[in-house]
């Protein structure tokens, strides 16, 4: 999952747990951007070898503030739900999943780099064809991104991811490793 300052659709990644909040006090954060966002994904597809169409719906609240240390940290706030509908059968599996994505750490490196240390957090549940929950999960993850920030160290808006690491932590509840197409075709297939 990648979290950049002014990431949308971040929760699409099946990063998953429960969130803890650590927003700072008000005497500590200054708001930069406030922002309450919606986006949606109507499609056909072929996977998995066959015809479905999925839908998807993506709802969050974006904020960005300014801390002591004058650097910039994001919070965001995401709901999806995306099903897939078999087209030959008319069958839906779904998914439901609500996301805190947060900077936890950022960090001048003072050679016109920045280094976030940032979290995702939040349930993930899969309801089958027949209306029973296939899977819950609920994760927590922390990663790394190295950011240029073209000069502008408190200032977000001209800066550009350059990598992002795989994930160096994670806890909480998982079902381990599921395949997705082996999922879908016994749903809907």
């Known amino acids: 999952m990648q979290l950049t300052r002014s990431g ?20 500590q954060a200054v708001p930069i951007e406030q922002e309450h966002w919606s986006d949606s994904i109507d499609e056909i597809q072929q996977p998995c070898g066959f015809d479905i169409r999925t839908q998807a719906s993506f709802t969050g609240r974006f904020l960005l503030v300014r801390h002591g240390d004058d650097l910039a940290y994001g919070h965001e706030n995401v709901s999806v739900r995306v099903s897939y509908t078999g087209l030959a059968t008319g069958r839906t599996m779904t998914e439901f999943g609500q996301f805190h994505l947060q900077d936890l750490k950022v960090v001048d490196n003072g050679d016109g780099t920045l280094t976030i240390t940032a979290k995702a957090s939040g349930p993930h549940r899969v309801v089958g064809a027949d209306g029973k929950t296939m899977f819950i999960e609920s994760r927590s993850q922390w990663w790394t991104q190295t950011i240029d920030d073209a000069g502008t160290p408190g200032d977000p808006a001209d800066d550009e991811l350059l990598e992002s690491t795989d994930p160096f932590k994670v806890v909480g509840k998982g079902v381990g490793e599921r395949d997705f197409c082996t999922d879908l075709t016994a749903q809907v297939g």
Not at 8 to 22: D, I, Q, S, Y
């Open 8 to 27: 949308r659709l971040a929760a699409l990644v099946a990063t998953l747990g429960l969130a803890v909040l650590a927003v700072p006090s008000p005497s």
